[in-house]
């Protein structure tokens, strides 16, 4: 293995075998019990055109999301794909949100960018809390492909359905107005 070409992160492995076991663990805490969150928002053009498949970002803020997922009212759609956001459903107290949160400083990885009839998706895969969200930076996993057509083939039947209600409120819209892992100048927020 040519350490010329690994990322300054993954030079302490010793040997290939053990980067491989590395990349199996952390693929192992973000994959399995995947489920789609979604958070609906208008973005400028000039912030939603930064989002690349492949970049990683991190939130400063808690990320407000619902397990409620049907049609949109807004221009863009962050789909963020997890196994470990908070559910504050029973915290409520009858908004119907269904409302998760993500934790502070949580870090996504861009899978897709798709535009359809109009509204565009952001799907965001929500990496581990650990540092074995460093992986995600140099590696591509060929679930991730399987997970972005299924993710784009829901998103676009979604598209078609009536929002929900309590989705498409401004209580709600407002509480999910700003970017995710950028300010509202278009910063994306350092990644460590």
Known sequence: MNNNYISPHFRNFSNEADLIKKAEEAVNQTIPGLTMFVRDVNLPDSLAQKYEPGMIIREKAFVDASMRVMGMVTTHRY??????????????????????????????????????????????????????????????????????????????????????????????????????????????????
């Not at 269904?98 to 949580?106: Q, T």
């Not at 952001?122 to 650990?130: A, G, Q, V």
């Not at 992986?135 to 591509?140: C, I, P, T, Y």
């Open 79 to 192: 789909a963020i794909l997890s196994n470990h956001m908070a559910d504050f459903g029973p915290y409520e107290h009858g908004t119907n949100w269904g409302l998760c949160v993500a934790a502070r400083d949580s870090r996504f990885k861009v899978l897709a960018v798709h535009k359809y009839s109009g509204k565009t998706l952001i799907l965001l895969l929500h990496l581990p809390d650990n540092e074995s969200w460093r992986v995600f930076l140099n590696a591509q996993f060929s679930i991730e492909e399987e997970i972005i057509l299924s993710s784009i083939g829901r998103f676009e039947y979604k598209c078609n359905l009536a929002p929900i209600p309590e989705l498409a409120a401004d209580s709600w819209l407002v509480r999910c107005s700003f970017p995710i892992g950028m300010d509202d100048e278009g910063n994306f927020f350092e990644i460590d």
